[in-house]
């Protein structure tokens, strides 16, 4: 962490940042000025996003792009009816290891990630999405 002299620098170099990654972004996804400011202002509030849209709109690779641009890792859950809690969150598995001992291990699903994207998540059952919402 960047430790600033006063408010005011740290003010611009927040806009620095801002600019070199709008512009990074810009190079992939073309002509969407707006939802990529608002994007990149929530993340910087640490905030959600809510992407509306018809399909073909470069939603899916916008939230793509910022990851790779930022580093960060990308997960995508395309809900459906039949979409499980433990499709989300993941499960304990029982592994048999190399000296042929057995033991519970925890497969962590997609949820565990940095940036999350939850594609049509009306399409699931009340269940899953309370677990998402829990997650």
Not at 39 to 47: M, N, R
Not at 84 to 90: H, N, T, V
Not at 101 to 119: E, H, I, S, W, Y
């Amino acid at each position: 962490m960047t430790n600033y002299t006063s408010d005011v620098d740290g003010a611009k170099a927040l806009v620095e940042k801002y600019e070199t990654l709008r512009k990074e972004i810009g190079k992939v996804i073309v002509g969407q000025h707006d939802i990529i400011h608002d994007t990149i202002l929530s993340i910087f509030c640490q905030g959600h996003v809510l992407l509306v849209g018809v399909p073909g709109l470069a939603k899916t690779l916008l939230v793509n792009t910022i990851g790779k641009a930022l580093g960060l890792s990308f997960s995508r859950i395309q809900f459906t009816p039949d979409l499980m809690p433990s499709d989300i969150l993941g499960s304990h598995i029982l592994e048999t290891g190399p000296d042929g001992n057995r033991a519970m291990v925890f497969k962590p699903g997609p949820v565990f990630c940095n940036l999350l994207l939850a594609d049509e998540i009306n399409r699931a059952s009340p269940k899953t999405q309370s677990a998402l919402l829990e997650a």
